[in-house]
């Protein structure tokens, strides 16, 4: 599957019935605003990965009206979103669930960009991610490499950690003083840069 064969076969997917695509491990696939919208889709690879380049020309994906979006040992990179979402913009009703996948290079352009790797707005705002002791909007996230944690950055300038079922872990109140707009973590999962 060639970069253009891959986007021809997403853009032709009709109904919400899955489909799912099998990249080629180590191959490197340009992609940039590909929509998924209305359709369940699942691209997955293994080993090594697959990745997907957005060339920074605009964020890799647009998970909106009730789209799906399962990514499994694929790696997105280079994405530019404006304002929201550099490398993923999950909004109305869409879903993203991503497995061993990464999300790196990726940024949020704008007097007020949030979500350098992936935004999830709805109708009511940027979504949550809550617990019992915190309801402060995540801004900015990045995914262990091998999917267990998510971390965060968010409006009053606190990191946390997730577990995978959005259970918060820990978090490090002061790390800044002001929102915090990017996060990215070392490929062990052993250091976080903000």
Known sequence: ??????RVAIANISGFSPVTLHLQPG???VAHNIRVHNINLTLKSNGSGATLDALKLWRCFDVAQSGQLH???IHLTNGKGHEFGGCVLVRGG??????????RNCAAMGTDARGGGIAAWEPTGFVKIASASNTDDMHATAISSDGTL????DNSGKIKVWDSTLILVTEKRDAHTQRIRSVAVSSDGTKVVS
């Open 150 to 153: 998510i971390f965060s950055g």
């Open 94 to 103: 869409g879903k993203l669930t991503m497995s061993h996948s990464t999300i």
């Open 1 to 6: 599957v060639t970069s253009s064969e891959l």
């Open 27 to 29: 191959q490197t696939y």
């Open 71 to 73: 990514l499994d040992h």
